[in-house]
């Protein structure tokens, strides 16, 4: 599975911005898909992550109730909406997939993930 993140970009705090994670057509229906993020000097981060049938997400504390984690199967793609960023929220954002059995289950932690895309990085600005 290949996956490109893209969309990242400078933006002034209270502002918005969508994260996409375009997957190889292959087993895209199969795999559950998170997006994680790591600040210079820092650990990587959870942020969110949506099972395979879409319908259970999980989110990090740091962005709960202003990040929206979405799939769309018909495009291949997963889709990370940040609203209200703040400045802790700069970062390089990365989605990875990993292949699950359970149409219902998310994964939180990296070490359960299989695959990973490179990352697009995220300003936000104060």
């Known amino acids: 599975v290949q996956l490109q993140a893209s969309g990242g970009g400078l933006v002034q705090a209270g502002g918005s911005l969508s994260l996409s994670c375009a997957a190889s057509?292959?087993?895209?229906?199969?795999?559950?898909y998170g997006w994680f993020r790591q600040a210079p000097g820092k650990e990587r981060e959870f942020v969110a992550a949506?099972?395979?049938?879409?319908?259970?997400?999980r989110y990090g504390d740091s962005v709960k109730g202003r990040f929206t984690i979405s799939r769309n199967n018909a495009k291949n793609t997963v889709a990370l909406l940040m609203n209200s960023l703040k400045s802790e929220d700069t970062a390089e954002y990365y989605c990875a997939s990993v292949y699950a059995r359970r149409m219902e289950t998310v994964q939180v932690t990296a070490n359960e993930y299989q695959f990973w895309g490179q990352g697009t990085q995220v300003t936000v600005s104060s």
């Open positions: 949506i099972s395979r049938n879409g319908y259970n997400t």
């Open positions: 057509k292959r087993n895209f229906n199969q795999h559950s």
